[in-house]
């Protein structure tokens, strides 16, 4: 079956620190991979794609299909970045979204 | 752009009793989807239409669940009649490319 796996329900960093999130895929071929967030009172949005290659505040994810993994990085946690972090992929040929259980990262100050 | 907009953002009702959810997508979008968030989980598709057809609803309990999208515009989800394991937050998203999902703020459905 089609999985994401988020190993970390919970993960908690100090401010400053740097933070990784891991993100796991079961599927073949060339699934598409991404990161959603959902900060606090607000929508689920999409934080980046693994085909445009961006940072989007200061985060990145690298696609390791080797290792079926999308891990999200970012070097110095900030407060703002307190939120819930879902994993999602679009299974090749597909346009639905499977999802992640999900992470709630929380930054210590 | 205005957003993916959810009525009602609340509902509370008991088992055995129907609900129905409406959504409206960004203007412009052609596809729409349902989700299904429990507690502690991600979401999960329900329905994913292409303008007004189904694409894919493989995971659509359809003995109580239906869902419509008249016009490809606005689409509505109802449960007839709700079980207890159906208390969610149901979610609704629309795309114009694939991957882009955009999603509306939620209705979280009580049931007692």
């Known amino acids: 079956a089609q999985r994401v796996t988020q190993p970390e329900k919970l993960l908690s960093v100090f401010k400053g620190a740097p933070v990784e999130l891991k993100c796991n895929y079961s599927y073949s071929g060339s699934p598409e991979l991404f990161w959603y967030v959902q900060y606090s009172r607000q929508r689920l949005q999409l934080l980046l794609r693994h085909i445009s290659r961006e940072s989007i505040k200061g985060f990145t994810a690298d696609l390791n299909k080797g290792e079926t993994s999308f891990h999200l990085k970012k070097p110095f946690a900030q407060e703002e970045d307190s939120a819930m972090y879902y994993c999602?992929?679009?299974?090749?040929?597909?346009?639905?979204?499977?999802f992640g259980q999900g992470t709630r990262l929380t930054i210590n100050p | 752009e205005a957003g993916v907009a959810q009525s009602p953002r609340y509902k509370i009702i008991e088992k055995r009793q129907s609900v129905a959810f409406w959504c409206n997508p960004i203007?412009?979008?052609?596809?729409l989807y349902w989700y299904q968030q429990i507690l502690g989980q991600g979401p999960k598709l329900l329905i994913q239409f292409q303008n007004n057809g189904v694409v894919d609803d493989s995971q659509l309990p359809k003995d109580r669940f239906s869902a419509e999208r008249l016009k490809g515009v606005d689409s509505t989800l109802k449960i007839q009649p709700a079980k207890l394991e159906d208390s969610a937050v149901y979610l609704c998203a629309s795309s114009w490319t694939i991957g882009e999902q955009f999603f509306g703020p939620g209705t979280r459905l009580t049931v007692l």
């Open positions: 999602a992929s679009t299974p090749s040929g597909a346009q639905k979204l499977v």
């Open positions: 203007s412009g979008h052609a596809t």
